[in-house]
């Protein structure tokens, strides 16, 4: 995998502008940057006069269902002769907001065996060798902002009208909490005047994105909250564990527990928050931190995951009660984590 740079964007544009076929793909459960980044890149090729195809391995959550071209999708789950079809007929692959296949759920075999030319544009840590070509900057907020940058080095901003930027700011906003972590660069800053200047309604983004709960699922946040909330203060780690039973009983729905590990952060004195959901055969996890505290060790470590330094995933292959057991355990005796408690 080389990195795009000043020096061979022309090589890329070229490949990109002898294409007929680019096939977008986005990572399973999705959220607001991979959907958001995968739009804007999709309608930015169109305007190129390119057939630009968005492929995903499940559906997406109804807070980004109102996007532009959010019903283009092909979705695996529903569709995969489709989606093989598109596959054997494209001539370009770009992922978008992942670096490991085994991002894309049941698409991974296909994809794996793409051999035409591909690009991947990402800002997670250590990507697997798994496109032709990279755009990838851990450092970003999130794929949208490092999108936005190959745009910029593409010569292709002017190509940008107001729906492709507000799939460009819903994958900001989604990746940041509305700027709340991971999004303090100036140059961010910068790229969202721009947006503005192409006309995007900042606030009604918000609402749309936000402000669009069902009424079971505001109850889920208010059950978790209040009866299925732990906080160690000894160790400022607070958590919520959600039962398979509890999210049944709220009836619910893709993307019902997105956020909710942030909401923790409301509490005085947290640094490191978790979400547990069991799972069938093991407990979900989603660990968040605040200043250096480290989540992305605790996840690779111990839990089968990774990801950045205050945003990770992981796995439990145990009980809710053993995974919660292992969790003290770890913040008890680990040297690497009592430094930072
Ligand atoms: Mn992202």
Not at 111 to 117: D, E, I, T
Not at 239 to 244: A, E, R, S
Request: hydrophobic residues 40%; proline residues 3%; contains cysteine.
């Amino acid at each position: 995998m080389e990195a795009i740079t000043y020096e061979n964007i022309n090589l890329i544009k070229d490949k990109l502008n002898q294409a007929k076929n680019i096939a977008i793909v986005s990572h399973e459960n999705p959220d607001g940057d991979t959907i958001g980044s995968a739009i804007a890149l999709a309608l930015i090729l169109r305007k190129l006069n390119k057939t630009s195809y968005l492929l995903i391995n499940d559906n997406m959550p109804e807070f980004l269902s109102w996007l532009p071209s959010a019903n283009e999708y092909t979705v695996y789950e529903e569709n995969p002769e489709e989606v093989k079809k598109v596959l054997d007929t494209a001539d370009v692959l770009i992922h978008v907001d992942y670096n490991s296949l085994s991002r894309t759920g049941k698409m991974e075999d296909y994809l794996k065996n793409f051999n035409r030319f591909s690009i991947m544009i990402d800002h997670h840590p250590s990507p697997d060798n798994l496109a032709v070509y990279s755009f990838s900057f851990p450092q970003c907020s999130s794929t949208a902002e490092v999108l936005y940058n190959f745009l910029k080095l593409a010569d292709w901003t002017n190509l940008i009208d107001k729906n492709i930027a507000t799939a460009i700011y819903v994958g900001i906003i989604t990746d940041t909490g509305n700027f709340t972590f991971n999004s303090s660069s100036p140059a961010l800053f910068h790229i969202v005047a721009e947006l503005l200047e192409k006309g995007i309604d900042k606030d009604k983004i918000y609402a749309n994105v936000f402000y669009n709960f069902s009424y079971d699922r505001m109850k889920l946040v208010g059950f978790s909250l209040s009866q299925r909330m732990v906080f160690w203060t000894e160790y400022f780690t607070a958590f919520i564990h959600l039962y398979k039973k509890d999210l049944k009983q709220f009836n619910h729905q893709k993307g019902d527990t997105e956020n909710l590990v942030n909401m923790i952060f409301y509490i005085r004195g947290v640094k490191f928050a978790l979400l547990l959901i069991e799972k069938d055969g093991y407990i979900k996890m989603s660990l968040r931190s605040r200043g250096d505290f480290p989540a992305n060790y605790v996840a690779k470590k111990y839990f089968n995951g990774g990801g950045h330094l205050n945003a990770a995933g992981g796995k439990c292959y145990a009980s809710m009660e053993d995974t919660i057991t292992k969790l003290k355990k770890i913040l008890e005796n680990d040297n690497e984590i009592k430094k930072h408690i």
